[in-house]
């Protein structure tokens, strides 16, 4: 049916009996009105310059698109289609777009293809949320369309929400290492990471940070390790006699700690931090599948950096005879285990450790041993690299007894020397270039 469509001839035509039925406008060729069960649509019906095919574009809905603004929308497409162009395959590449910007959006491949890949990582659920919490600007942005200015303004504005540094920090490196997996060799779901080599702005130290930036990596001196191994037997002794206390006030099925070589996990745990310089995560996290007593050796995967595909294996460490000896005893009083976590918590279901669990007996062996109260338990991580360095071990292998994700890391916080040995040598500068009495010295230029 043909005819001048006004309001009124729209309105008449638009019902349950013309439902599927079309109204043609005399006025613009093509322009046409469709009625359906639910009410009507505008249409415009060409034919391409290419290939003369006959095509349907939807301008609108009728009545919130009037008669006038569907006449004038349709000469639009109409001149396009005059052009050469074909307004409907525009519009289904544009949707295309758009759906494929969608699939790629940080949204889309956080909650898609990358939670296929937390979900089998410790700690994959504690990403994601660092991801969400923290991008919450990003997450419907394309991740190929990130640019380093992004990552600037969104540093800036989590320093003006009171982040911390080390928050700030977690959750960049979170979404750094979703971006590195996505641009990886083996998905190649990005082309490449669109932030590659971007990094943080470090914070400004203040006054006080200045004052103890030198303190807080440091290594053992060796008064302070002989402090610590006392401390370890006092802490031993401390433990035994509040024992055989409660076992003579009535608390006889208590075991009898005089019999055991260790009271509880305590010594084994910080012995073996000591001689293997492994971080605390990887201690709560290590099970007696992972330890090889026969081959001295301890394999598994470094937790802190699993999250990178390069580092997402398992990576083999030696052990010293010593760490081998004091595992071996621990082994024997457990009952040789095979399986399950080497220190066991009796109160967790998992029977992993919490992540502060040897913050208490920390603390009693400082003050048993009379060691510094600010002395972090990291410091015994910082101690083995360092006194690796300076016995001239290689910083590569160093690098990779401390699972180090970039050698750069190691370099940076232990590529130096020992402030006794660097004495050594500025004495010995000077002994060599002072002159003897009498002689010419050689200062100046």
């Given at each position: 049916?043909?005819?001048?469509?006004?309001?009124?001839?729209?309105?008449?035509?638009?019902?349950?009996?013309?439902?599927?039925?079309?109204?043609?406008?005399?006025?613009?060729?093509?322009?046409?009105?469709?009625?359906?069960?639910?009410?009507?649509?505008?249409?415009?019906?060409?034919?391409?310059?290419?290939?003369?095919?006959?095509?349907?574009?939807?301008?609108?809905?009728?009545?919130?698109m009037t008669v006038a603004e569907a006449r004038k929308r349709a000469?639009?497409?109409?001149?396009?289609?005059?052009?050469?162009?074909?307004?409907?395959?525009?519009?289904e590449a544009a949707k295309r777009a758009n759906q494929r910007e969608r699939e790629e959006t940080v949204r889309a491949y956080l909650e898609g293809p990358y939670a296929v890949y937390l979900d089998r990582r410790k700690g994959g659920k504690t990403t994601k949320g660092l991801i969400t919490n923290h991008f919450p600007l990003?997450?419907?942005?394309?991740?190929?369309?990130?640019r380093p200015e992004d990552l600037a303004r969104w540093q800036s504005e989590q320093e003006q929400a009171g982040k911390s540094w080390g928050t700030i920090k977690r959750a960049w490196d979170a979404m750094r290492a979703m971006l590195n997996y996505a641009a990886s060799p083996k998905r190649m779901f990005l082309a490449k990471n669109p932030l590659a080599g971007c990094t943080l702005e470090p914070p400004a130290l203040n006054e006080e940070q200045l004052a103890s930036a030198g303190a807080e990596r440091r290594f053992l001196s060796d008064e302070e390790v002989a402090q610590l191994f006392t401390g370890l037997v006092l802490y031993q002794e401390e433990r035994r006699a509040e024992r055989r206390r409660s076992r003579a006030h009535g608390k006889k099925h208590l075991p009898d700690l005089d019999q055991l070589e260790y009271v509880d996990h305590v010594e084994p745990w910080i012995l073996t931090m000591f001689y293997t310089g492994f971080r605390p995560g990887d201690l709560f996290g290590l099970r007696w599948e992972h330890v090889n007593l026969n081959f001295k050796t301890i394999r598994k995967i470094v937790e802190k950096i699993a999250h990178y595909p390069e580092h997402s294996r398992p990576k083999e460490f030696p052990l010293s005879d010593a760490a081998v000896d004091v595992l071996a005893r621990w082994s024997q009083q457990e009952g040789k285990p095979t399986q399950g976590y080497v220190f066991q918590s009796k109160r967790s279901e998992s029977g992993r450790m919490d992540s502060h669990a040897m913050q208490k007996p920390w603390k009693q062996i400082k003050r048993l041993a009379g060691l510094p109260e600010s002395l972090h338990l990291y410091t015994l991580r910082h101690h083995f690299a360092s006194s690796l360095v300076m016995a001239g071990v290689d910083l590569l292998t160093v690098s990779q007894l401390m699972a180090h994700a970039d050698i750069k890391t190691t370099i940076e916080h232990y590529g130096h020397l020992k402030p006794g040995k660097a004495r050594d040598v500025v004495n010995l500068f000077a002994l060599e270039q002072t002159p003897s009495n009498g002689e010419e010295r050689r200062y100046g230029n």
């Open positions: 049916m043909k005819t001048k469509i006004t309001v009124a001839v729209a309105r008449e035509f638009v019902c349950a009996e013309n439902a599927g039925k079309r109204l043609w406008d005399t006025e613009v060729s093509g322009l046409h009105l469709r009625a359906m069960a639910g009410g009507a649509s505008w249409y415009l019906q060409y034919r391409t310059a290419t290939d003369h095919k006959k095509r349907t574009l939807k301008l609108g809905r009728f009545p919130s000469g639009m497409e109409a001149a396009k289609v005059k052009l050469g162009r074909d307004p409907q395959a525009e519009r990003w997450l419907d942005k394309p991740m190929s369309s990130l």
